[in-house]
């Protein structure tokens, strides 16, 4: 079973930045298509990125693009959230997510279409 275990969440001031770190085990990650959602309190639960297995697609919310960059190195089992100009409405708990069970080389945006969770990572944008 493939787990994962998101880091790099803390307190941060508006304009500044992050980068989240979701570390994966278990079976082999270059087979996954991975995401980064996020849940502001009193929130849904938000889409922010996503990236094929091979890291060739991704795909951003509007809400995020030029502003955030998500990567992934295949041998570390590792994938990236670097976020720069931070806002306070980019406070959130972020998640990560892996899709197993697609075998296409495609990022997703839907929820739905992850199967497997982190534990989630706060991050908090603030003066």
């Known amino acids: 079973q493939v787990q994962l275990v998101e880091s790099g969440g803390g307190l941060v001031q508006p304009g500044g930045s992050l980068r989240l770190s979701c570390a994966a085990s278990g079976r082999p990650f270059r087979n996954y298509a991975m995401g980064w959602f996020r849940q502001a309190p009193g929130k849904e639960r938000e889409f922010v990125v996503g990236i094929s297995r091979s890291g060739g697609s991704t795909s951003y919310a509007d809400s995020v693009k030029g502003r955030f960059t998500i990567s992934r190195d295949n041998v570390k089992n590792t994938v990236y959230l670097q976020m720069n100009s931070l806002k306070p409405e980019d406070t959130a708990t972020y998640y990560c997510?892996?899709?197993?069970?697609?075998?296409?080389?495609?990022?997703?945006?839907?929820?739905?279409?992850?199967?497997?969770w982190g534990q989630g990572t706060q991050v908090t944008v603030s003066s």
């Open positions: 997510a892996a899709n197993t069970f697609y075998g296409g080389d495609a990022y997703y945006t839907r929820g739905s279409l992850y199967d497997v």
